[in-house]
């Protein structure tokens, strides 16, 4: 596609439901980054693929979040048990490798009720 | 630990004057340093990126950013501020491999008054 495409755009959830976010990136990007955006907040790191490993999971919070990008393409964010703390814009980047601009998604809003 | 810091969270700026956003960063090391901006909307859209060389570089949208490593600082300007400038704009740094785990600052609302 042209650019990195987040599903869905909006997602609402109640407490201690399951959720999974969907990035398709850019064509031929075999680095993928996740990054979550709480309110008046700046990005925050959550964890960085290269193919089809975590290169970097350093920023998921705890063990209710979890990542996978089983053929290297599409990666799927998904969150356990989710909290009211975890509604934020949850934003997917994709580069052609490290050291090349990352390109970012419009991110999905996951609120939490 | 990386840290960034933009002191103004909104500045408002009237149309066709010149721009200062601020930005202070912490890395022990040589930092890579990046100005994004995001509208309504939109993704976070590169502006500019310093990763070594000369210290004053060139972006999109005529911006351009200052890197001084006596202050620990990587300052946007822009001389002529335009409606569609307004915006959230974020400061981030990352480490010497490049774009991955980059730490984003809080951010700089602009405003822009006709």
């Known amino acids: 596609g042209a650019g990195v495409s987040q599903t869905p755009s909006n997602k609402v959830t109640e407490k201690g439901k399951y959720v999974e976010l969907r990035c398709d990136p850019i064509s031929g990007h075999t680095a993928l980054y996740w990054y979550r955006q709480s309110l008046g907040q700046g990005p925050e790191f959550l964890i960085y693929?290269?193919?089809?490993?975590?290169?970097?999971d350093s920023g998921l919070p705890n063990d209710r979040f979890f990542a996978v990008r089983p053929e290297g393409s599409v990666s799927t964010l998904k969150i356990q048990r989710t909290e009211r703390g975890d509604s934020a814009v949850y934003l997917c980047?994709?580069?052609?490798?490290?050291?090349?601009?990352?390109?970012f998604g419009q991110g999905t809003r996951l609120t939490v009720v | 630990a990386q840290s960034v810091t933009q002191p103004d969270i909104h500045i408002t700026v009237s149309e066709g004057a010149s721009l200062e956003l601020r930005c202070n960063y912490s890395?022990?090391?040589?930092?890579?340093l990046f100005w994004y901006v995001q509208s309504p909307g939109q993704g976070l859209q590169l502006l500019l990126k310093?990763?070594?060389?000369?210290?004053l570089v060139q972006g999109i949208k005529g911006f351009e950013a200052e890197f001084k490593r006596s202050q620990s600082s990587f300052n946007l300007r822009k001389p002529s501020v335009h409606w569609s400038d307004a915006a959230e704009y974020f400061c981030a740094v990352g480490s010497n491999t490049g774009f991955q785990k980059l730490v984003f600052g809080t951010g700089t609302r602009l405003l822009v008054s006709p």
């Open positions: 693929f290269q193919g089809t490993g975590a290169a970097d």
């Open positions: 890395y022990g090391a040589t930092p890579y």
């Open positions: 980047a994709s580069s052609k490798g490290v050291g090349t601009e990352a390109f």
């Open positions: 310093y990763f070594s060389g000369d210290t």
